[in-house]
């Protein structure tokens, strides 16, 4: 059964930069797309990126322009460089996996609930 694990969360200033990593092992998928997200205090978990299997990213419309992620297949790693962060970026962020080859980052949380695994998440906060 694949397994997620997420690391270099922590506690930044306004304006200031953070480097997600997630790895992930043990998949029994051909291929699959993986993702990032987040979940602040008292609200609801959001997509914030994706990658699928042919290299395509996308991202929610609040972090275009500032976080980039990235994806090392022969690895099997994700990464989310996050950059100008805000205190709105704050929350639990979740590296996600799912036996899908093309998703967006609004249809691949469609496909969580029924096919795709979830790390432990990592926790960013962002202080003003």
């Known amino acids: 059964q694949i397994q997620l694990k997420e690391s270099g969360g922590g506690s930044v200033q306004a304006g200031g930069s953070l480097r997600l990593s997630c790895v992930a092992t043990g998949s029994p998928w051909t291929s699959y797309s993986m993702g990032w997200f987040r979940q602040g205090s008292g609200e609801e978990r959001e997509g914030v990126a994706a990658v699928d299997s042919d290299g395509r990213a996308t991202y929610i419309d609040s972090v275009k322009g500032r976080f980039t992620v990235s994806r090392d297949k022969a690895a099997n790693t994700l990464s989310l460089q996050m950059n100008s962060l805000t205190r709105e970026d704050t929350g639990v962020y979740y590296c996600?996996?799912?036996?899908?080859?093309?998703?967006?980052?609004?249809?691949?949380?469609?496909?969580?609930?029924?096919?795709?695994?979830w790390g432990q998440g990592t926790q960013v906060t962002v202080s003003s």
């Open positions: 996600a996996a799912v036996p899908v080859n093309w998703v967006t980052i609004q249809s691949m949380a469609r496909y969580m609930a029924d096919f795709g695994t």
